[in-house]
């Protein structure tokens, strides 16, 4: 069963740092873009960063470059998404994704979502 499942999620100081997890169970990540999204209530879902399969490249939302950084680990099956300078705009419900095709056959990529993880900045 293909699984992603999202850690990390907390209560923060504006400033302050945090670092979220999704762990990938059911599918090996190595041939799959992975993102992290976030939403608020009355928001729509929305994209804070992007990794190509390999870790080559990256791609962030304006309103977190300089703050969040995203990475993976394929050997580990994991994505990392790093917080800082947390700002009260950051509060959201962060989601992992997972899209790519399941091998170099398949003509149409498959979508994964996690259950999310609750970041919460507040003083």
């Known amino acids: 069963q293909v699984q992603l499942v999202e850690s990390g999620g907390g209560l923060v100081q504006p400033g302050g740092s945090l670092k979220l997890s999704c762990a990938a169970s059911g599918f090996t990540i190595n041939r799959y873009a992975m993102s992290w999204y976030r939403e608020t209530p009355g928001k729509e879902r929305e994209l804070v960063a992007t990794?190509?399969?390999?870790?080559?490249?990256?791609n962030y939302a304006d309103s977190v470059k300089g703050r969040f950084t995203i990475s993976r680990d394929n050997a580990k099956n994991t994505v990392t998404l790093q917080m800082n300078s947390l700002k009260l705009g950051d509060t959201a419900v962060y989601y992992c994704?997972?899209?790519?095709?399941?091998?170099?056959?398949?003509?149409?990529?498959?979508?994964?979502w996690g259950q999310g993880t609750q970041v919460t900045v507040s003083s």
């Open positions: 990794i190509s399969s390999t870790g080559a490249s990256t």
């Open positions: 994704n997972a899209r790519g095709r399941r091998s170099l056959l398949s003509q149409a990529e498959s979508t994964y």
